[in-house]
């Protein structure tokens, strides 16, 4: 069975097809700046990748160059060999804790909760319907980047706030990336060969977040009503005295879009080194002996390491650490540095087994008390899955 997995974005389309259930990847591509001057869509087949520049006033006609190049390249002889296409959704608010087959109701609560993602859900919604005009025979399912997270107890998700800022505005902690969070979880406890198991999965990247997983489901996240809770991240600052807004904004006369934007995107590794969010700017910074990329470095593996310490606590131990996305995957130093940090819980450092980037691998000692792994993280692939179970 053929399956499309989808991740619209304001201004771009992600998407891979595969056959299922082999997993096998047929055909992926990118489509760029969707409504902006100087668009493109890149597609790799078998291995070879190909750039085109066009015009894309819109999603629709994104998805209609992107069903031509599947006859094109015969990855289909028809659209109806597409029996279904699975959307990535970023907020599901505390309607959906599960993949869903979107219909009229769903694309409704779907474009409901752009609320909660203005950025994202809007442009999900955009999609589901372009693709809905372009492939209608084939099922639509929407998969939220906040359904693993619905698992919380009641303690986690909720803030020490007034109370009808929960029952009346939707205010608790949702969290995000769960289905990153999920596939590394899934994953580990294959490795592990058992699933009664007590492990913290770090998705760290540009964005990042860390969960507690308990036995498969997830018990507390770092990211909270808004990605902007956690972990100190490439421009964002993570977890704050949330008064600094209100202060600033008084000081300065800053309205709330602009305090936003300034934790969001003016903030984290970006505020303190001074030069850049990129972590490869931060180390070569670092080995060059910039005391600012020095400490922005020490403050972002200190925050991992708390959170990661919080969640052994609350786990009540560990069987396993995992990393993941752009840092967890690739960058030795952060590793390094997030693990001897948590020497005192017993981890152990494999210094050589950690010189990998991108592959999965055990980068700690036999010795550790924790066995720490590197999972690349496969969000298209979970979507696929999902997708292929209610198609069938
Ligand atoms: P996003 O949250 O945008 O999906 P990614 O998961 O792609 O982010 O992660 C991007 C981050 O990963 C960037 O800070 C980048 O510098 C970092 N990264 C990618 N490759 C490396 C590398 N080889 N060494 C260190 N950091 C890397």
């Avoid at 036995?215 to 972990?231: L, R, Y």
Wanted: hydrophobic letters at 40%; aromatic letters at 6%; a negative charge.
């Amino acid at each position: 069975m053929k399956i499309l997995s989808v991740n619209c974005g304001s201004s771009s389309l992600k998407f891979q097809a595969y056959e299922m259930p082999e997993e096998k990847v047929l055909i992926q591509g990118l489509f760029e700046r969707i409504g902006i001057d100087g668009s493109c869509y890149t597609i790799t087949i078998n291995g070879e990748k190909t750039t085109k520049e066009v015009d894309l006033p819109d999603h629709q006609v994104a998805v209609d160059y992107l069903t031509k190049e599947l006859l094109e390249n015969k990855v289909v002889s028809s659209l109806d060999e597409i029996e279904g296409v699975g959307h990535r959704v970023v907020a599901g608010g505390d309607q959906f804790d599960r993949t869903t087959v979107i219909n009229d109701e769903v694309l409704q609560a779907i474009d409901a909760l752009s609320k909660l993602a203005p950025l994202h859900n809007p442009a999900a919604v955009i999609g589901i319907k372009a693709f809905q005009k372009a492939i209608p025979n084939a099922i639509a399912t929407a998969v939220f980047d906040t359904a693993f997270h619905q698992t919380m107890p009641k303690e986690n998700y909720l803030y020490p706030v007034p109370m009808n800022w929960y029952t009346e505005y939707a205010v608790r902690r949702y969290g995000a990336h769960g289905t990153s969070h999920q596939y590394i979880s899934e994953r580990v406890n294959e490795i592990l060969g058992r699933k009664d198991t007590k492990v913290i999965t770090c998705h760290v990247g540009n964005g990042g977040s860390i969960s507690a997983v308990l036995n498969g489901k997830c018990i507390n996240t770092s990211m909270g009503f808004t990605p902007n809770a956690g972990i100190m991240m490439g421009s964002r600052s993570g977890d704050i005295d949330v008064t600094l807004a209100t202060y600033m904004m008084e000081q300065t006369g800053m309205s709330p879009k602009e305090i936003d934007h300034a934790l969001n995107k003016e903030s984290g590794l970006l505020a303190v080194s001074g030069i850049s969010s990129d972590a490869r700017d931060i180390e070569a910074g670092i080995n060059e002996g910039n005391e600012n990329c020095k400490l922005a470095q020490k403050m972002y593996v200190n925050r991992i390491r708390d959170y990661i310490a919080k969640y052994y606590v609350e786990l009540g131990g560990c069987d396993a650490i995992v990393f993941t996305a752009g840092l967890g995957e690739n960058s030795i130093l952060t590793r390094k540095q997030i693990m001897n940090a948590l020497a005192p819980l017993g981890v152990v450092l494999d210094e050589k087994a950690n010189e990998i980037r991108g592959v999965e691998a055990l980068v700690s000692a036999k010795d550790s008390s924790i066995p720490c792994y590197v999972i690349p993280t496969d969000e298209e692939v979970m979507i696929a899955r999902d997708t292929y179970a209610l198609a069938k």
